[in-house]
């Protein structure tokens, strides 16, 4: 009898040992289970499939590594990602699916200035915290205060490029090819237009063109009979490449310079000898000689293939980077909370050097340089907001 | 082609219930909302072409273009005009609501004109001819949108206020019905198949289809400019580019899908093709590649379109299975 | 003067190339009556054939550029015969509101069908033909703009030799002019029209080849403005009128080349459809075409 009570008792202690245990243990998955959810609309795919796809993998990348270390407030962090397939009205589409059915706590995006006006709007509405990567349209972050960006404005890439032609090219007399089917293109021409003026120097002829064209014998031509001692084209590199290859087919020999817009191995497959000796200027270099630098890229390259990170995936790594590391400081995943904590960003130590918000949640960061040469990007120097403030 | 017995009444019914849901809209998923926004506006863009293309028989390529028409000109008054009128606080609901109504109306109108500007060459031009026109109309007004400084350039518009809902967009779409519906049971109905069937024959006993082809050509752009006017106050941000010829394909494969010249098909076709991709996200970059197969294996197979059958003889025989199984 | 001779030489260059497109858009028109709305999607296919000849090939040599030019044009005839018996001969008598449809849905099918496959950025194409630039008192012509005119203009006549001195010739004239009486004096249509997509089509893909080495950067959609424009130059100079197809290619390419290098340079792609619609409006055959009254 005493036999059968221990046992009936021994049975008893060990399914309350199990019950507590289990309990434990589904307490524990649960809280393991709730990631922080962090929202990304890039363009994947369409036109413009190579800068997100780039931004994206820089994205992902920094995700997987803060994962590694332990995620953020203890859970992991789960990237959601959406295509907008370059495509004008489904961004806002998008973000609204990722803050309404997702409920991500941030979002990322996007490297087109149109795309991110689009999205802004929503992101402001419904308070999540939105951190641009590469949209260097200054009206981006002027739709509120819930909108960050991590690279620079291209008023300051304007002012930038005009100094290079003044300093580096050393030309006085310039010529304006600009591209009217996009925002960034015709902002950076006035910005650049601006300060150039301002330098001495003089704009002697704008000529214009629309993308997707593959022509421009006629506008090079004009520009040829004007005399110039340089050509800015403040476009993209499928109109760029063409551009240099048609104006050295005519016997233009001046050089031709642009923006961050410039950036990606088909300026030289497409552009070839036409683009050795032009410059750029963009927000990072995988040549420069930091600690920091050197670790992304080799990472990026064990990651994806060997394959070098260039601006695009720089700027997505930090945005990723800095938002985390803003939630981690605000201590919740609530947007008020974040977007504090992201104003407050001083001293974040990226790749693409220490982002600091200034009051308009424009992030002060350094152009760099950037001449081809032999088919390479080669870093020529960098240009803080400190050497060219007024 | 019978739809509903009394037009008028369906169409109140239809506006007091979107009245009804748009009340009840902040309880309502903001995505859903999203996505059932997007249907209604797509249905006006469908079912207006559908007059031009379904009923008189002209195939218009162009119809994002007079959508762009209308959303640039609704935003320039809500965005330039809004401020002056409105005053600092942006007025009361109503005030809104009225302005908002301003601005379709005046966009519609605008679009109308490009309508007119459209049909009026169009006693020349037939079946091929006229589809190029159209796409190079599309195409012009693209042009000028990108050129004109004082409507943002390549940037467009943005900043649009946040004026559309289920009310308006869901009262238009009916409103939209509605004048198709009237339109095409009446003498300009008889006058715009006459064109679509035969336009020799037609002329031949003294109907002037240059007039029912202005006619169509009008209707149709007016009801896409309140369309683009809708989709302006919906996502905020409007470009040029974002009304190209794609956009005008998107709306010709809903007809073509619905039927051409069968309203409620092609209203069946608008929902069914606005829903569709939001669900199938995931393939999202197959879409265009199956929309471009749909439409040729649609012409192979059933060019009278996916759901061209007839909806009375449908309900007719439900009505009588339901009876015979009640006995 | 010099500025202007640049433009001019350019003018003509561009010219050259619409011409090509062109010729296939009038020539199936003439015996088919519907706007081939895939053919921008042929000329585009034809540029990534020699893209991928151009791989295999030894770069800047004559025999090389000859080969991609010969392996575009046939594998382009090809597709262009293939699709008008898969797609377009089964509506054939049928109302061509269908059939136009169908040409913009294989039209679109080639395009995102080409965007899924090699994604939208652009390709650099490789260099086939010596790239040489020749300067002659300040002008300056490259050796590609050279070449694309000589066998532009080599293409068109030997196109007028087929189609005015060989009896298949003379049987599309005869199927343009009355497919059923054509019929009737024993001509197999099917073959006729089979063998004016095959040579259409061979025509847009030797354009897309010269294209690809005047402009190296192709993609996907790249046929779609220069197939609209080529269009118009054949709607400008008489739809179904050989020599008409090339002179409105000439004069739209002149025109294009004069306003890019002007003021109104963006407004260029909007001028090649004005000139459309006028043309439609005041002088609907065209400048070479002739008026045909439509018999009931």
Same mark, same amino acid.
């Given at each position: 009898?005493?036999?059968?009570t221990?046992f009936? /008792?021994?049975?008893?202690l060990?399914?309350t040992?199990?019950a507590? %245990?289990?309990?434990?243990?589904?307490?524990?998955?649960?809280r393991?289970?709730?990631a922080v959810?962090?929202?990304e609309?890039?363009?994947?795919?369409?036109?413009e499939?190579?800068?997100?796809?780039?931004?994206?993998?820089?994205?992902?990348?920094?995700?997987?590594e803060?994962?590694a270390?332990?995620?953020?407030?203890?859970?992991?962090i789960?990237?959601?990602?959406d295509?907008n397939?370059?495509?004008?009205?489904?961004s806002?589409?998008i973000?609204?699916k990722?803050?309404?059915?997702?409920?991500?706590v941030?979002?990322?995006?996007e490297?087109?200035? /149109?795309r991110?006006?689009?999205?802004a709007?929503?992101?402001?509405?419904?308070r999540v915290?939105m951190?641009?990567?590469s949209s260097?349209y200054?009206?981006?972050?002027?739709?509120?205060?819930?909108?960050?960006?991590?690279?620079?404005t291209d008023r300051f890439?304007?002012?930038?490029?005009?100094?290079?032609?003044?300093?580096?090219?050393?030309?006085?007399?310039v010529?304006?090819?600009?591209?009217?089917s996009?925002a960034y293109s015709v902002?950076l021409?006035a910005?650049?237009?601006?300060q150039f003026?301002?330098?001495?120097?003089?704009v002697v002829i704008e000529?214009k063109?629309t993308e997707?064209?593959?022509?421009?014998?006629?506008q090079?031509?004009?520009?040829k009979a004007?005399?110039?001692?340089?050509?800015?084209?403040?476009?993209y590199?499928t109109e760029?490449?063409?551009?240099?290859r048609?104006?050295?087919e005519l016997?233009?020999?001046?050089p031709l310079?642009?923006?961050?817009?410039?950036e990606?191995?088909?300026l030289?497959d497409?552009g070839?000898?036409?683009?050795e000796?032009?410059?750029?200027?963009t927000?990072?270099?995988?040549q420069?000689?930091s600690?920091v630098?050197k670790a992304?890229v080799?990472?990026?390259?064990?990651?994806?293939?060997g394959?070098?990170p260039?601006? /695009?995936a720089a700027?997505g790594?930090d945005?990723a980077?800095?938002m985390v590391?803003?939630?981690r400081?605000?201590?919740?995943?609530?947007?008020p909370?974040?977007?504090?904590a992201?104003?407050a960003?001083q001293?974040?130590e990226?790749v693409?050097?220490r982002?600091? %918000?200034?009051r308009?949640?424009?992030a002060?960061?350094?152009?760099?340089?950037? %001449?081809?040469?032999?088919?390479?990007?080669?870093?020529?120097q960098?240009?803080?907001p400190?050497s060219?403030a007024? | 082609?019978?739809?509903?017995?009394?037009?008028?009444?369906?169409?109140?019914?239809?506006v007091?219930?979107?009245f009804g849901v748009s009340?009840?809209?902040?309880?309502?998923?903001?995505?859903?909302?999203?996505v059932?926004?997007?249907?209604?506006i797509?249905?006006i863009?469908?079912v207006?072409?559908?007059?031009v293309?379904?009923?008189?028989g002209q195939?218009?390529l162009?119809?994002?273009?007079?959508m762009s028409?209308?959303?640039?000109l609704s935003a320039?008054v809500?965005?330039?005009?809004?401020?002056?009128?409105?005053?600092?606080?942006?007025?009361?609901?109503?005030q809104?609501g009225?302005?908002f109504l301003?601005?379709?109306a005046?966009?519609?109108c605008?679009?109308?004109?490009a309508g007119?500007?459209?049909g009026i060459?169009?006693f020349r031009?037939k079946?091929?001819y006229l589809?190029l026109?159209t796409?190079?109309?599309?195409?012009?007004?693209r042009?000028?949108?990108?050129?004109?400084e004082?409507?943002g350039g390549?940037?467009?518009l943005?900043? !649009?206020?946040?004026?559309?809902?289920?009310?308006?967009?869901?009262g238009?779409a009916a409103l939209t019905v509605?004048?198709?519906?009237?339109?095409?049971r009446?003498t300009?109905g008889?006058g715009?198949l006459?064109?679509?069937?035969?336009?020799?024959?037609?002329?031949?006993?003294?109907?002037?289809?240059t007039?029912?082809?202005i006619v169509?050509?009008?209707?149709?752009a007016?009801?896409?400019?309140?369309?683009?006017?809708l989709y302006?106050?919906f996502?905020?941000?409007?470009t040029?580019?974002?009304f190209?010829?794609?956009?005008? !394909?998107e709306?010709?494969?809903?007809?073509i899908?619905?039927?051409?010249g069968?309203?409620p098909?092609?209203?069946?076709?608008?929902?069914?093709?606005?829903?569709?991709?939001?669900?199938?996200?995931?393939?999202?970059q197959?879409?265009?590649?199956?929309?471009?197969?749909?439409l040729?294996?649609l012409?192979l197979?059933?060019?009278?379109g996916?759901?061209n059958f007839?909806?009375?003889?449908?309900?007719?025989?439900l009505?009588?299975k339901?009876?015979?199984?009640r006995k | 003067?010099?500025?202007?001779?640049q433009q001019?030489l350019n003018?003509?260059?561009?010219?050259?190339?619409y011409?090509?497109i062109a010729?296939g858009y009038? @020539?199936?028109?003439?015996?088919?009556?519907?706007?081939?709305f895939?053919?921008?999607d042929?000329?585009?296919?034809g540029?990534?054939?020699g893209?991928?000849?151009?791989?295999? &090939?030894?770069?800047?040599?004559v025999?090389?550029?000859?080969?991609? &030019?010969?392996?575009?044009m046939a594998?382009?005839a090809?597709?262009?015969?293939?699709?008008?018996r898969?797609v377009y001969?089964?509506l054939?008598g049928?109302?061509t509101?269908?059939?136009l449809?169908?040409?913009?849905? @294989?039209?679109?099918?080639?395009?995102?069908?080409?965007q899924?496959?090699?994604?939208?950025?652009?390709?650099?194409?490789?260099?086939?033909?010596?790239?040489? @630039?020749?300067s002659?008192?300040?002008?300056?012509?490259?050796m590609?703009?050279?070449?694309?005119?000589i066998?532009?203009?080599?293409? @068109?006549?030997a196109?007028?030799?087929a189609?005015?001195?060989?009896?298949?010739?003379?049987?599309?004239?005869?199927?343009a002019?009355?497919p059923?009486?054509?019929?009737?004096?024993?001509?197999?249509?099917d073959?006729?029209?089979?063998?004016?997509?095959?040579?259409g089509s061979?025509l847009?893909?030797?354009g897309?080849v010269?294209?690809?080495?005047?402009?190296?950067?192709?993609?996907?959609?790249?046929?779609?403005v220069?197939?609209?424009?080529?269009?118009v130059?054949a709607? &400008?100079?008489g739809?179904g009128n050989i020599p008409?197809?090339?002179?409105?290619?000439l004069?739209?390419?002149?025109t294009e080349?004069?306003?890019d290098g002007?003021?109104w340079?963006?407004?260029?792609?909007a001028?090649?459809?004005?000139?459309?619609?006028a043309?439609?409006?005041?002088r609907p055959?065209?400048?070479?075409?002739?008026?045909?009254t439509?018999?009931?």
């Amino acid at each position: 009898m005493a036999a059968a009570t221990q046992f009936s /008792m021994f049975r008893t202690l060990r399914h309350t040992l199990a019950a507590v %245990m289990t309990a434990a243990a589904v307490t524990a998955a649960g809280r393991a289970q709730e990631a922080v959810k962090i929202g990304e609309y890039a363009s994947l795919t369409g036109k413009e499939a190579a800068f997100g796809q780039s931004s994206h993998k820089g994205t992902l990348l920094a995700i997987e590594e803060l994962n590694a270390k332990g995620g953020v407030l203890g859970r992991q962090i789960e990237l959601v990602t959406d295509d907008n397939q370059s495509k004008q009205g489904e961004s806002a589409t998008i973000v609204k699916k990722l803050i309404s059915r997702e409920k991500v706590v941030a979002i990322l995006g996007e490297v087109a200035s /149109m795309r991110s006006l689009e999205a802004a709007p929503i992101c402001q509405a419904y308070r999540v915290p939105m951190i641009s990567p590469s949209s260097t349209y200054p009206k981006v972050t002027e739709i509120g205060n819930y909108i960050f960006r991590v690279c620079f404005t291209d008023r300051f890439q304007g002012h930038v490029l005009a100094k290079v032609g003044k300093d580096t090219l050393r030309i006085r007399r310039v010529a304006l090819l600009t591209s009217v089917s996009s925002a960034y293109s015709v902002g950076l021409a006035a910005y650049f237009k601006e300060q150039f003026a301002a330098d001495g120097g003089q704009v002697v002829i704008e000529q214009k063109y629309t993308e997707g064209s593959k022509d421009f014998d006629a506008q090079l031509t004009a520009i040829k009979a004007a005399g110039v001692e340089g050509i800015f084209v403040p476009g993209y590199y499928t109109e760029a490449a063409l551009i240099c290859r048609q104006a050295r087919e005519l016997g233009i020999t001046v050089p031709l310079f642009g923006g961050d817009g410039w950036e990606a191995p088909e300026l030289v497959d497409i552009g070839g000898a036409a683009v050795e000796g032009c410059y750029y200027t963009t927000h990072y270099s995988p040549q420069v000689d930091s600690p920091v630098v050197k670790a992304f890229v080799a990472k990026f390259q064990a990651r994806y293939k060997g394959e070098t990170p260039d601006a /695009m995936a720089a700027l997505g790594y930090d945005s990723a980077g800095v938002m985390v590391d803003a939630i981690r400081r605000a201590g919740s995943t609530d947007g008020p909370a974040i977007r504090a904590a992201l104003e407050a960003t001083q001293s974040y130590e990226g790749v693409t050097g220490r982002t600091a %918000m200034d009051r308009q949640r424009n992030a002060s960061k350094a152009a760099f340089v950037i %001449m081809v040469k032999d088919g390479h990007f080669t870093f020529v120097q960098s240009i803080s907001p400190q050497s060219i403030a007024p | 082609m019978k739809t509903a017995p009394k037009p008028l009444l369906a169409l109140v019914a239809t506006v007091l219930l979107a009245f009804g849901v748009s009340q009840v809209s902040d309880r309502i998923d903001p995505y859903y909302l999203d996505v059932m926004i997007g249907v209604g506006i797509n249905v006006i863009l469908a079912v207006s072409l559908n007059l031009v293309n379904g009923y008189t028989g002209q195939f218009s390529l162009g119809h994002a273009g007079f959508m762009s028409v209308g959303a640039y000109l609704s935003a320039a008054v809500t965005l330039l005009l809004g401020p002056r009128l409105l005053g600092e606080e942006g007025g009361s609901a109503l005030q809104q609501g009225l302005l908002f109504l301003a601005a379709l109306a005046m966009g519609g109108c605008g679009a109308a004109l490009a309508g007119l500007a459209v049909g009026i060459p169009s006693f020349r031009l037939k079946g091929d001819y006229l589809a190029l026109v159209t796409l190079g109309f599309g195409e012009i007004i693209r042009v000028i949108f990108q050129n004109v400084e004082a409507l943002g350039g390549a940037l467009g518009l943005n900043g !649009i206020p946040n004026y559309t809902n289920v009310f308006w967009v869901y009262g238009f779409a009916a409103l939209t019905v509605f004048t198709v519906v009237c339109l095409v049971r009446s003498t300009y109905g008889r006058g715009f198949l006459a064109t679509q069937d035969d336009e020799i024959a037609a002329e031949a006993v003294g109907i002037d289809t240059t007039r029912y082809k202005i006619v169509a050509f009008v209707v149709g752009a007016f009801f896409a400019g309140v369309a683009g006017g809708l989709y302006g106050h919906f996502k905020l941000t409007i470009t040029p580019t974002g009304f190209d010829f794609t956009k005008s !394909i998107e709306i010709v494969v809903m007809v073509i899908l619905g039927g051409m010249g069968n309203t409620p098909g092609v209203i069946l076709a608008a929902i069914l093709l606005t829903v569709l991709p939001e669900m199938l996200r995931a393939v999202e970059q197959y879409r265009m590649v199956l929309y471009s197969l749909l439409l040729i294996v649609l012409m192979l197979v059933r060019p009278k379109g996916l759901f061209n059958f007839d909806f009375t003889a449908v309900a007719a025989r439900l009505r009588w299975k339901y009876l015979a199984a009640r006995k | 003067m010099t500025e202007f001779l640049q433009q001019l030489l350019n003018g003509l260059s561009l010219g050259a190339i619409y011409a090509l497109i062109a010729l296939g858009y009038t @020539m199936v028109y003439g015996v088919l009556r519907f706007i081939n709305f895939a053919h921008s999607d042929v000329f585009m296919v034809g540029a990534f054939i020699g893209y991928f000849a151009g791989q295999h &090939l030894p770069h800047d040599s004559v025999l090389g550029g000859i080969v991609a &030019l010969a392996a575009a044009m046939a594998g382009c005839a090809v597709l262009g015969i293939l699709i008008e018996r898969v797609v377009y001969r089964p509506l054939r008598g049928g109302p061509t509101l269908n059939v136009l449809i169908t040409a913009i849905g @294989m039209s679109l099918f080639l395009e995102y069908t080409g965007q899924l496959v090699f994604g939208a950025t652009p390709r650099p194409f490789p260099s086939i033909i010596p790239a040489r @630039m020749i300067s002659v008192h300040g002008l300056v012509i490259s050796m590609n703009q050279l070449i694309v005119i000589i066998v532009a203009v080599l293409l @068109m006549v030997a196109l007028e030799l087929a189609v005015y001195r060989t009896k298949i010739g003379t049987a599309m004239r005869a199927v343009a002019l009355n497919p059923r009486a054509a019929q009737l004096v024993g001509i197999n249509i099917d073959v006729v029209i089979s063998f004016t997509f095959g040579l259409g089509s061979a025509l847009a893909g030797a354009g897309g080849v010269l294209y690809a080495l005047n402009y190296p950067s192709i993609d996907p959609l790249m046929g779609v403005v220069p197939g609209l424009k080529a269009f118009v130059a054949a709607v &400008l100079g008489g739809v179904g009128n050989i020599p008409g197809a090339a002179l409105g290619a000439l004069i739209l390419g002149m025109t294009e080349t004069f306003i890019d290098g002007s003021r109104w340079s963006t407004y260029k792609d909007a001028i090649a459809f004005a000139i459309l619609i006028a043309i439609l409006l005041f002088r609907p055959a065209g400048l070479l075409g002739r008026y045909t009254t439509e018999k009931v």
